[in-house]
């Protein structure tokens, strides 16, 4: 290449690198922090044995110790970049010597497709460290000048490389093949290259299949390039595939002129292909899961003031964010509400939705409860992998028990990691001077607040009665008494509503609470005669105006403009079917 | 770039060496955990390496003898030659062997029993959760050494996998369940692998809880409608109750299930079965149903037998109440009879039928002879005791117990003389034990004792248990 085509090269894929970066930084944070959270790289013997005894088990081990860093979403970004721009440039290296520099933006190829790749959130990067890996063998192998010596060692390396990195290594020796074809006179040094290496490739695996309790498709296909067993890493596979393609084709360019023809060749499939590669909802979502999680609750409120979220988990975090910054019984209804299960979801068996769940009933004090839906997250994670999130929250809520020397198993795995060793050493001392627990404001809040003296067995079914009884347990607890009102409301039970307010004679006369009371006297009585003097004048004007503009037919769009933020608004135009639903999940749920 | 592989090297290396930290885990308050004092142990048993939990003071010298052998070990953490201590072992035969060590005053005793134990035992390791479950696994552990094989891997097939039972110990005939959505039952008959569907339309789900019937031609099974529900209170956590549960016993040769209106009445629930040593009597546990929500503390099983004809497979009508636990307030489960026939050890709770969740779960034994019951109190702890079994000799029972943590089950052992009389219990020994049970984050489940390497080719059970095909169980009622 000319210097300018070398100078236009490295521009190319330092904007490569720049743009990938600033998209998981600014626009896919929180796909990097859900990725961290659904890890627990520790540096041990143990874990680190036990990672490698898995075929592809150093990649994942490498992959663990990258992902760590994701607990700082620029971190994370800039890891993934630069795997990005590795594999790129490696791809680059690998392309046979003399190369056009029009086959340069071909180099891009198997990048893009892993960029494409990290798009899924349970598409896991041990399949990039892989193809980085495998890369540069093949680098390193198409450097030796003896052919016949660097066929022995590319076959004599292929069962190492795949142990070391799984599957998606049975493309170094298509690179060295590739490479060596090239240069090589004759057919037959190839054939047998071929054959060779075909054949120490099917031994490997079914060495690996008698050795590795993993399905067959999952020893060829990647035993963690994917979080889930069953699905094939589609993206990861296309982007290993296309390094040899491109080698191939980089033979096959021999005009310096086509340099634009191959750079649309890349941008233009990846462009049309990355809007279906991301996913922006989710990582909505993802932000109010990670916001909970480290309590950012104006942050949160803030990022529903200008998104308006609808989906159960969104809800819930900000419902959860509302009671905590006092806001639940004056505000709630100003934001979308989707019936109960966006106040206390029941229990869904995955890997996500227990986490903000369980926060929530953390939150409540509800302790066991939280401590059930940590556990089954971290459980849950399909690829058998722990939690340094979840292992955090578990050591919590056993110490909080009293389980303190469960606590410590926890706390002592903890000590193993970058980002959470400081919180671990603390709570190690906690656990040594257990009267130092209730020093803690948020431990001796939460002990406070926790049921003590009753027991009874969770029910999803009762759970106004739960909410009611923690309350009565310790009346500050203020977080369950809105919660048990909320729950009420949400679930068009006034009657209910009312019996609770005035069962647990709460003085706050909160907005939704004043608008839920003035409903429910206008639909038992006819004048407003003796209606509950908590109620202000301002929404009993309100409410009036709401009447006689319902009464009237407007339409839903200018009721909600008007009256969107009431529980008026939500009691009339919000559809039963929500809080049907609801009641059917739980009883289903129950049985 | 040197830098970087130094870095690189340097983490490898860090995470690559093991040491000994006395600070890890916080057991016990005693001098020593696991807690090797005054213990009676088999001849054939791995060394018993244990560690001092003092993390400061001069360096301990422990000093094993007999006789004129004599073995002293230097250091916090005591790890033994494997020859040496078999050596001493075979040594002291029948006696004790004297441990003193130089920071602590008093010295203690091993007592070395004539009994051998079996070569090795299994068990499943699963965490100790609730609904959902993750990387579980069926282990097969040598007792001699610290060998430990995998028998089977749910990364296989992402199912369950539990109950894992072979008969008297058998390697080469055992049972073993898979659930989700892999469902079946696996039944290892002399070597022949099958999988079996076991829910009739008679039965009200599929087996459950397994015990073989001597002659190894009967299965004796529970079939169980299991839910789970969870405690506010910070000392309580999982309740695991039935909704509905009723006995059968399997017919291997004609591969039919029999049940008898003694063993499922719909006004009772009728679990945990078992076989006595000469297969003609079946003990399992009833209890009289109650609502879940409310009278869950109420629910108490009793102890109870009924007659079996191996014969014809006829199963008894008339019930016996063996041990009346609902009396003292208590519930029995889980009756596992010696093989020679003498003894037959079951669990205690307050009340329910999983006393792996009760803290107070204690092991009883009940002398077949005399009809006298008694709780085995040098093997039991504060902590929950629970899943034993026997050894083929009848001499040693292993069981589970969640003393060291309060969360994580581990195996016990327990010498059982003549007489019915236990010995203290000590732990499943482990190379560095401290280490090994400090960051195993899961617990040794259903332990069971094998007489030899079980036959288990994991590659054919996952194409059985992935097959769609499965042996499908008859029923019958019994004459």
Not at chain 1, 478 to 506: P, S, V
Not at chain 1, 507 to 525: K, M, P, T, V
């Amino acid at each position: 290449m000319t210097r300018r085509q070398t100078t236009i090269s490295a521009i190319l894929s330092a904007t490569f690198v720049l743009l990938t970066f600033a998209f998981f930084n600014f626009l896919y944070p929180y796909h990097i922090h859900y990725q961290e959270q659904l890890q627990f790289f520790r540096f041990s013997t143990d874990y680190f044995l036990e990672s490698v005894v898995v075929p592809g088990g150093l990649g994942d081990w490498i992959s663990g110790f990258l992902v760590q860093f994701f607990y700082y979403a620029p971190l994370g970004a800039l890891i993934l970049s630069i795997l990005l721009g590795l594999i790129q440039f490696l791809t680059w290296k690998n392309m046979v010597k003399g190369s056009y520099a029009a086959s340069y933006p071909l180099s891009f190829l198997p990048a893009a497709a892993m960029f494409l790749f990290f798009g899924g959130e349970e598409n896991l990067i041990t399949a990039a460290v892989a193809l980085v890996a495998s890369l540069a063998a093949a680098l390193c192998l198409i450097k030796i000048r003896k052919d016949r010596l660097g066929d022995i060692i590319t076959v004599a390396l292929i069962p190492v490389l795949y142990v070391m990195f799984g599957g998606i290594s049975f493309i170094t020796p298509v690179i060295v093949g590739i490479n060596s074809a090239a240069r090589r006179k004759g057919i037959k040094g190839n054939i047998i290259f071929a054959g060779a290496a075909l054949m120490m490739a099917a031994v490997t695996v079914i060495i690996a299949r008698l050795c590795a309790p993993y399905p067959l498709d999952r020893l060829i296909l990647g035993v963690h390039y994917h979080r889930f067993s069953y699905v094939i890493p589609l993206f990861a596979w296309i982007s290993a595939i296309l390094v040899p393609i491109a080698v191939l084709a980089a033979g096959v360019i021999r005009k310096d002129k086509a340099f634009a023809l191959t750079l649309a060749t890349v941008i233009i499939p990846a462009a049309c292909l990355i809007p279906s590669s991301i996913d922006l909802d989710k990582e909505e979502l993802f932000g109010y899961d990670f916001m909970t999680r480290m309590g950012q609750w104006n942050k949160i409120l803030y990022a529903a003031d200008r998104n308006k979220p609808e989906s159960p988990i969104a809800v819930e975090c900000i419902n959860l964010a509302l009671a905590k910054t006092g806001h639940l019984a004056s505000d709630m209804f100003a934001f979308y509400q989707n019936g109960t299960s966006g106040l206390l979801p029941k229990y869904v068996r995955d890997h996500f939705t227990p986490g903000p769940t369980g926060t929530v009933y953390y939150n409540l004090g509800m302790i066991n409860t939280a401590q059930t839906f940590f556990f089954e997250a971290q459980e849950g994670i399909p690829d058998f992998q722990k939690s340094a999130r979840f292992s955090q929250a578990l050591a919590k809520t056993n110490l909080l028990n009293g389980n303190h020397a469960v606590a410590r198993k926890y706390v002592n795995a903890l000590k193993q990691t970058v980002f959470y060793r400081k919180w671990a050493e603390q709570t190690e001392r906690l656990l040594d001077n257990p009267a130092l627990i209730a020093a803690v404001p948020e431990y001796a809040h939460m002990l406070s607040v926790r049921i003590r003296s009753r027991d009874f067995l969770f029910s999803q079914d009762e759970m106004d009665s739960m909410l009611g009884l923690l309350y009565l347990d310790n009346t500050t607890n203020t977080i369950a008494m809105n919660y048990l009102l909320a729950w009420c409301l949400l679930r068009k039970d006034l009657q209910r509503f009312m019996e609770c307010h005035q069962l647990l004679q709460i003085g706050d006369d909160a907005r939704h609470y004043q608008e839920a009371a003035i409903l429910y006297w206008s639909l038992n009585h006819d004048s407003p005669e003796g209606m509950p003097g908590f109620i202000s004048r301002q929404v009993e004007s309100r409410f009036t105006k709401f009447i006689s503009d319902f009464r009237s037919g407007k339409n839903e769009e200018i009721m909600q403009k008007e009256y969107g933020d009431t529980y008026w608004f939500y009691y009339c135009y919000r559809s039963n079917t929500i809080i049907e639903e609801n009641d059917e999940n739980n009883n289903s749920h129950s049985s | 770039m040197r830098t970087i592989i130094h870095i690189a090297l340097s983490i490898l290396l860090v995470s690559s060496c093991y040491r000994f930290d006395p600070t890890e885990a916080h057991y016990t308050d005693g001098p020593i955990w696991p807690d090797y004092m005054d213990v009676t142990i088999p001849v054939n048993i791995a060394p018993l390496n244990f560690c001092y939990t003092a993390a400061d003071g001069p360096v301990p010298e422990t000093t094993f003898s007999h006789g004129d052998m004599s073995v002293t070990i230097k250091g916090r953490e005591v790890v033994w030659k494997a020859k040496e201590w078999k050596k001493l072992l075979e040594a002291a035969k029948g006696s004790d062997i004297i441990v003193k060590s130089s920071v602590l005053q008093d010295s203690w005793t091993m007592h070395v029993s004539e009994d051998e134990i079996d070569y090795g035992i299994t068990y499943r390791l699963i965490a100790p959760g609730y609904e959902v479950f993750s990387k579980i696994g069926i282990y097969e552990r040598k007792l001699s050494d610290y060998d430990e094989r995998t028998l089977l891997e749910n990364t296989q097939f992402n199912s369950c996998i539990n109950c894992h039972t072979p008969h008297k110990g058998d390697p080469d005939k055992y049972s073993f369940h898979i659930r989700g959505r892999h469902g079946g039952t696996l039944i290892n008959l002399d070597g022949e692998l099958g999988v079996y569907n076991t829910r009739t339309p008679e039965t009200i789900g599929s087996c459950g809880y397994t015990h073989w019937h001597p002659s190894g031609d009967y299965i004796a099974y529970s079939s169980n409608i299991v839910r789970q529900g969870f405690h506010v209170r910070p000392d309580k956590l999982i309740e695991v109750f039935d909704l509905d549960s009723d006995c059968q016993t399997y017919d291997i040769r004609n591969n039919t299930l029999i049940s008898a209106e003694s063993i499922k009445k719909k006004d009772v629930w009728e679990t945990y079965p078992a076989f006595s040593a000469d297969g003609r009597t079946m003990y399992f546990c009833a209890a009289t149903p109650r609502t879940i929500a409310t009278e869950f503390e109420q629910i108490r099983y009793n102890l109870c037998s009924v007659d079996f004809d191996p014969a014809t497979g006829t199963i008894g009508s008339k019930v016996d109440t063996v041990v009346f636990a609902e009396g003292m307030g208590k519930s029995a489960t889980f009756p596992r009879p010696s093989y020679d026939g003498r003894f037959l050890v079951y669990n205690i709770a307050d009340y329910g039928n999983f006393p792996l969740y009760h803290k107070e779960a204690d092991l009883w034994i009940l002398d077949l002879e005399t009809g006298e019951s008694r709780p085995m109190s040098k093997a039991n702890s504060d902590g929950t005791e629970s899943h034993h079994s026997w050894s083929s000799n009848s001499r040693w029972m292993m069981f589970s117990s969640r003393r060291d943590d309060g969360l994580y089950s581990r195996p016990y052992f327990t010498h059982i003389d003549e007489n019915g009389q236990e010995s203290k219990a000590f732990m499943l020994p482990q190379k560095h034990p401290l280490h090994y049970y400090s960051y195993q984050n899961r617990s040794h489940n259903v332990p069971e004792f094998v007489t030899g390497p079980v036959d288990m080719d994991g590659i054919s059970a996952e194409k059985l248990v992935t097959s769609k095909e499965k042996i499908q169980f008859g029923f019958r009622m019994s004459d």
